[in-house]
Nanobody, 123 residues
C-alpha cells in the first residue's frame, strides 16, 4: 500500500514556475514508477509525465515536453514536477500516481493516486 500527498500548487503568472512535490508513504516507494496527471475544469484527466523507479527514464506529454521536468529522491520518498514557462492552459488539478507497470501514460496502469493539488496560471 502506498499513500501519496501532493503539494506545491498555487497561483502563478504566465511564464512563471512552480515545483510540485508528491510525498509517498510506504517502504516500497522506490519500486514504483511514478506518474503525473492533470485535470482541467470540464475536461478529462490527462497524462503529463512519468518517471521510472530509478529516475533514469522519463516520459512527457507533447504539451509539456521541454517545459516540465520530473525527478525523484527515493531516499526522501518524494517525486517532483518542475514546471517552467507556465501557460494559462496548464491550469488544472495535478495528481501524482504510483504504478508497477513501467513508465507509461495510461491511467489504468497506475495503482495508487494522490488527492491532487491545484495549479492556476493567470494570463
Amino acid at each position: 500500500q502506498v499513500q501519496l500527498v501532493e503539494s506545491g500548487g498555487g497561483l502563478v503568472q504566465a511564464g512563471g514556475s512552480l515545483r510540485l512535490s508528491c510525498a509517498a508513504s510506504g517502504h516500497t516507494f522506490s519500486s514504483y514508477a511514478m506518474g503525473w496527471f492533470r485535470q482541467a475544469p470540464g475536461k478529462e484527466r490527462e497524462f503529463v509525465a512519468a518517471i521510472s523507479w530509478g529516475g533514469r527514464s522519463t516520459y512527457y506529454a507533447d504539451s509539456v515536453r521541454g517545459r516540465f521536468t520530473s525527478s525523484r529522491d527515493n531516499a526522501k520518498n518524494t517525486v517532483y514536477l518542475q514546471m517552467n514557462s507556465l501557460k494559462p492552459e496548464d491550469t488544472a488539478v495535478y495528481y501524482c500516481a504510483a504504478g508497477s507497470r513501467g513508465v507509461v501514460a495510461a491511467q489504468g496502469r497506475y495503482d495508487y493516486w494522490g488527492q491532487g493539488t491545484q495549479v492556476t496560471v493567470s494570463s
